[in-house]
């Protein structure tokens, strides 16, 4: 994962592969008390590159959200199978101001004696379109290892959450304060 102090841009790296998917459903959740909810369903792609190629399974999923502010948060969920045979988990969260400069992070978990271990250790920033009249979408994962990040006003921007949005809770593990009874999780 990267560094606190931000998400460069992402083609200051090098690439490290494109993916081509197809969208089999889109929906459109409206606006929820988060803000507008978009949920894609990955029917299946390829991915192409120096170092991986192979297919993005059928089942990805990728989760956008608008802010009312104009900001959105992308949360992106992928499993690609390579040529040779090996699977590689691809978690992508991603930000972006308004929508005309989203980065992503790509976060691989990899089976350590696999070809791909070295995924596990690197940095990558990554892009992503989506275009729903043709129920696609693509990204590009770039190594950003060699890529400083010094933020200031040229190459980074501040995400803002306005006021009115309500706290999306992500620590389901912990043990919920309102239970009285002795440690039951928010799990179901």
């Known amino acids: 994962m990267l560094q606190a102090g931000g998400i460069p841009y992402p083609e200051d790296g090098e690439i490290l592969f494109e993916a081509d998917m197809q969208l089999v459903h889109i929906f459109d959740m409206g606006t929820t008390q988060y803000g507008r909810r978009h949920v894609y369903v990955i029917q299946g792609g390829t991915v192409t590159g120096t170092k991986i190629n192979g297919s993005v399974m059928q089942g990805g999923l990728d ?9 959105m948060e992308i949360e992106q969920l992928l ?18 101001t308004a929508g005309n400069d989203i980065r992503m992070v ?8 696999s070809s791909y271990g070295w995924l596990n250790t690197g940095k990558y920033a990554g ?11 693509k ?21 803002t959450e306005p006021s009115d949005v309500k706290d999306q ?16 999780s928010r799990l179901p």
Request: glycine content about 8%; aromatic content about 10%; charged content about 25%.
């Open 63 to 71: 989760f956008q959200l608008e802010l009312s502010n104009g900001a």
């Open 79 to 96: 499993v690609i199978k390579t040529g040779d045979g090996n699977y590689v988990y691809l978690r992508n969260p991603g930000t972006a």
């Open 106 to 113: 790509a976060d691989f978990e990899v089976s350590n004696s």
């Open 127 to 137: 892009r992503r379109v989506v275009d729903e009249a043709t129920k696609t979408m």
């Open 139 to 159: 990204i590009i994962v770039y190594d950003v290892a060699g890529v400083a990040v010094n933020p200031d006003s040229t190459n980074s921007f501040a995400v």
């Open 169 to 184: 809770m992500w620590d389901y593990r912990l043990k919920d304060p309102s239970d009285k009874n002795g440690g039951r």
